[in-house]
């Protein structure tokens, strides 16, 4: 068996383009942006793999419709998201539809606990969970809702597995954790969006296939290096962004964040970061 990688798009999200890239202000400059951005996918991630199958980030839920489902207090909430989810969008109703069954899902690996990420939780009461054990740290509480997490939409029984980053070495990230036993699905740190992102590398012949979560909202803006408006530290974010372009630099790699809207068509025709000349271009300006 050979593995395989499924984009699962659960919905769809709006946000502030001073979200999607940083502008002067930072996060206060997303509350009062006017211009949302174009309605961008919510992925999640299906591998299918000889030790069993793995789901990275289980997408948002469809009770976001409900009225007071997000806090409304909550001045993120109340003025710079807006998502789009349906019944049958959620993720696992679409992993039925691909064969395979929730129960099934031996791993589920979250890049972070936002709630585009976490909301499709309730559909794996049988699977091992693992988070970085800062970020559900971070996450948990007033200290969480505050900073935009929803830990009360969590399932009861939500009780992840801390994901221990050993200090070894893997590219340019100086941490990782594998989670097959074969080390061909390999988490490592990727902070930044959150202070305790994590991301996870698939290895299938040859190519590298960067489920990167939020580390940014597109693969150009990757490029470019230019984080997104959200962070509570850019400067990680930054440093992230340089790893993850010098990673490819030595590698074939093909980047796939959560909300860019081309990540499911690179993933389908592996396209390889910086092979366009356009990229390159762009690439070339940055001293990493
Ligand atoms: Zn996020």
Same mark, same amino acid.
Do not use: C
């Given at each position: 068996?050979?593995?395989?990688?499924?984009?699962?798009?659960?919905?769809?999200?709006?946000?502030?383009?001073?979200? !999607?890239?940083?502008?002067?202000?930072?996060? #206060?400059?997303?509350?009062?942006?006017?211009?949302?951005?174009?309605?961008?996918?919510?992925?999640?991630?299906?591998?299918?793999?000889?030790?069993?199958?793995? /789901?990275?980030?289980?997408?948002?839920?469809?009770?976001? /419709?409900?009225?007071?489902?997000?806090?409304?207090?909550?001045?993120?909430?109340?003025?710079?998201?807006?998502?789009? /989810?349906?019944?049958?969008?959620?993720?696992? $109703?679409? #992993?039925?539809?691909?064969?395979?069954?929730?129960?099934?899902?031996?791993?589920?690996?979250?890049?972070?606990?936002?709630?585009?990420?976490?909301?499709?939780?309730?559909?794996?009461?049988?699977?091992?969970?693992?988070?970085?054990? +800062?970020?559900?740290?971070?996450?948990?509480?007033?200290?969480?809702?505050?900073?935009?997490?929803?830990?009360?939409?969590? $399932?009861?029984?939500?009780? $992840?597995?801390?994901?221990?980053?050993?200090?070894?070495?893997?590219?340019?990230?100086?941490?990782?954790?594998?989670?097959? !036993?074969?080390?061909?699905?390999?988490?490592?740190?990727?902070?930044?969006?959150?202070?305790?992102?994590?991301?996870?590398?698939?290895?299938?012949?040859?190519?590298?296939?960067?489920?990167?979560?939020?580390?940014?909202?597109?693969? +150009?803006?990757?490029?470019?290096?230019?984080?997104?408006?959200? @962070?509570?530290?850019?400067?990680?974010?930054?440093?992230?962004?340089?790893?993850? #372009?010098?990673?490819?630099?030595?590698?074939?790699?093909?980047?796939? $964040?959560?909300?860019?809207?081309? @990540?499911? +068509?690179?993933?389908?025709?592996?396209?390889?970061?910086?092979?366009?000349?356009?990229?390159?271009?762009?690439?070339?300006?940055?001293?990493?």
């Amino acid at each position: 068996m050979t593995i395989r990688i499924t984009p699962i798009r659960t919905g769809s999200v709006r946000i502030k383009t001073a979200q !999607k890239q940083r502008k002067p202000g930072g996060t #206060l400059r997303v509350l009062f942006d006017q211009k949302w951005t174009a309605w961008l996918p919510i992925l999640a991630w299906l591998i299918e793999h000889p030790e069993g199958p793995i /789901v990275v980030d289980t997408g948002e839920t469809a009770r976001t /419709v409900e009225s007071g489902y997000f806090p409304k207090w909550h001045p993120y909430y109340r003025w710079a998201v807006q998502m789009d /989810v349906k019944p049958d969008e959620e993720i696992g $109703p679409q #992993l039925d539809k691909l064969g395979v069954q929730p129960d099934e899902v031996r791993t589920v690996v979250l890049t972070h606990l936002h709630t585009d990420h976490a909301g499709g939780l309730h559909h794996f009461p049988k699977s091992k969970i693992f988070v970085d054990g +800062n970020e559900y740290h971070a996450a948990k509480g007033f200290a969480g809702k505050l900073q935009g997490y929803l830990p009360h939409r969590w $399932p009861a029984w939500f009780d $992840p597995i801390a994901i221990s980053l050993a200090p070894r070495a893997f590219g340019p990230f100086a941490r990782s954790f594998h989670l097959t !036993k074969a080390g061909d699905v390999t988490v490592v740190p990727t902070p930044g969006h959150t202070p305790d992102h994590i991301s996870v590398i698939v290895r299938i012949d040859g190519v590298a296939f960067f489920l990167a979560g939020d580390t940014s909202y597109t693969e +150009n803006l990757m490029v470019a290096q230019e984080t997104d408006g959200v @962070s509570p530290s850019p400067g990680l974010a930054q440093i992230t962004l340089e790893k993850i #372009l010098a990673f490819a630099r030595q590698r074939p790699l093909v980047y796939l $964040p959560s909300h860019d809207p081309e @990540s499911a +068509n690179r993933l389908l025709s592996k396209q390889i970061v910086l092979e366009s000349s356009e990229l390159r271009g762009a690439a070339s300006k940055i001293e990493v």
